[in-house]
Nanobody, 115 residues
Framework: QVQLVESGGGLVQPGGSRRLSCTAS????????MGWYRQAPGKERELVAA???????YYADSVKGRFTISRDNAKNTVYLQMNSLKPEDTAVYYC?????????WGQGTQVTVSS
């Protein structure tokens, strides 16, 4: 069983920055890939960024050059640094990990980009 807790969401102006955190319970955090997803109203949940156990990263085209995913294995935490935010980045952001065939999701944190 893995529990994921996200934090860091809120209201931010266009062009601003925000850092999301996701802390995982349990052991062996460092060996598992982690991902950040988002879901906007009326849209499907989409993968935003992912990081492997060796630090390899993936970004959706829509966030390349603006978002950075990182992990601190000593703290069992993965981060999503979001810069140059746009209104279309408004969504609930979720982190996810997997153990075998089971996916674990956090409760989500709302990010609203608006002036």
């Amino acid at each position: 069983q893995v529990q994921l807790v996200e934090s860091g969401g809120g209201l931010v102006q266009p062009g601003g920055s925000r850092r999301l955190s996701c802390t995982a319970s349990g052991s062996f955090f460092s060996i598992y890939p982690m991902g950040w997803y988002r879901q906007a109203p009326g849209k499907e949940r989409e993968l935003v960024a992912a990081i492997g156990n060796g630090g390899t990263t993936y970004y959706a085209d829509s966030v390349k050059g603006r978002f950075t995913i990182s992990r601190d294995n000593a703290k069992n935490t993965v981060y999503l640094q979001m810069n140059s935010l746009k209104p279309e980045d408004t969504a609930v952001y979720y982190c996810k990990t997997s153990r075998g065939n089971h996916d674990y999701w956090g409760q989500g944190t709302q990010v609203t980009v608006s002036s």
